[in-house]
């Protein structure tokens, strides 16, 4: 009995022991300092200009800053601020605190002029494309980006009337081809951006009830369709004769944005367009999703014009980059659009 008393209790300090020990690691380990992040956020900035370090740099780490640089830039209390256009060698120097170790980290920013990059894309790519662009800017502050959304139809007719651009993004390949053909868009910079689906989009709540495209028969439905020479005109189309269905149309609008206006504002109750549109559109309109037997997947091709406006050809590549990076596919896969 004395045997089996004592060897539960030599069981029990060394539990106790381990325990004790595994806490103290545990308790060493979050008081020892760790190395702080530094995260360097422009990689291009503007000459002339005076910009705040927070635009530039930022840190987890308390301890004062300490920055030199070398080039075309020089900090001046909490902004950089820069002269001629060149290289900007920035090194940023922090001291050791209680949480972390002391750290220089070194970054290479170009000094270049302003320019405005102008980017024409199918209007369903808008709230995709206003984030991208948020983003990219962050990086480039050089580079402002001004966009033009419109239905790709709409957006081939501004083009060939000599509308200036510097990149296109469109729904469908057949619009792309037709600036392709007339010369405004080089060829060789084509490339598929991401793809879509169609969806039946209906008011918020969907009172109605629709659940099928046959459903949009009923009498007294006002359903609201994109224009026949739009991509998600044509794709409605195609996708209502595969599924043998057939009504008289409220309304033909100039993109997919017109029929989530329609319907968000309860001039229409139903209509066809991307289902990224609902997804955007959320607290304007459902998606209904269609059968992928009926269905169709719309790809999206982006390029280059042939003579762009910006003479800035570094921005026009980083910025069809930055949609095609782990950013933009994200913005791009949060929106609903099918990643290629």
Not at 44 to 54: H, K, N, Q, T, Y
Not at 152 to 159: C, G, H, N, W
Not at 246 to 275: N, P
């Amino acid at each position: 009995m004395f045997a089996s008393n004592f060897v539960a209790a030599w069981r029990t300090a060394i539990v106790a022991v381990l325990v004790w020990c595994l806490w103290g690691a545990s308790v060493l380990a979050q008081s020892q300092p760790t190395k702080p992040t530094v995260s360097w956020l422009a990689s291009s900035v503007p000459d002339s200009a005076r910009i705040e370090l927070s635009k530039i740099v930022e840190t987890n780490s308390t301890a004062q800053m300490r920055l030199t640089t070398q080039g075309s830039c020089a900090v001046k209390g909490n902004f950089l601020t820069t002269t001629k256009v060149g290289t900007c060698k920035i090194e940023l120097r922090l001291n050791s605190t209680p949480k972390f170790t002391a750290t220089t980290s070194v970054a290479i920013i170009q000094v270049k002029k302003k320019t405005e990059l102008i980017v024409l894309a199918t209007a369903s790519l808008a709230n995709s494309f206003e984030k991208i662009g948020k983003v990219f800017m962050s990086k480039f502050l050089n580079v402002s980006v001004r966009f033009n959304f419109a239905g790709s139809a709409t957006l081939v007719t501004q083009i060939q009337q000599g509308a200036p651009v510097d990149i296109v993004a469109m729904a469908d390949t057949i619009n792309m081809n037709k600036v392709l053909s007339s010369g405004e868009i080089d060829k060789k910079s084509i490339s598929i951006l991401t793809r879509n689906k169609l969806a039946i989009l209906v008011q918020r709540g969907n009172p109605q009830k629709i659940k099928t495209l046959s459903d949009l028969t009923r009498s007294g439905l006002k359903v609201v369709l994109c224009d026949l020479a739009q991509p998600c005109g044509k794709y409605a189309s195609t996708v209502l004769s595969k599924a043998n269905v057939s009504f008289a149309v409220a309304s033909r609008e100039a993109s997919a944005s017109g029929v989530v206006s329609r319907i968000g504002l309860g001039e229409a109750d139903a209509g066809i367009a991307y289902f990224t549109d609902g997804l955007v559109a959320g607290d304007k309109v459902d998606a209904v999703k269609i059968a992928d037997n009926l269905n169709l997947i719309a790809e999206y091709p982006i390029g280059v014009a042939t003579k762009p406006k910006t003479k800035d050809k570094s921005a026009i590549v980083a910025f069809i980059a930055m949609t095609k990076s782990s950013v933009g596919r994200k913005v791009l896969a949060e929106n609903g659009f099918i990643l290629p």
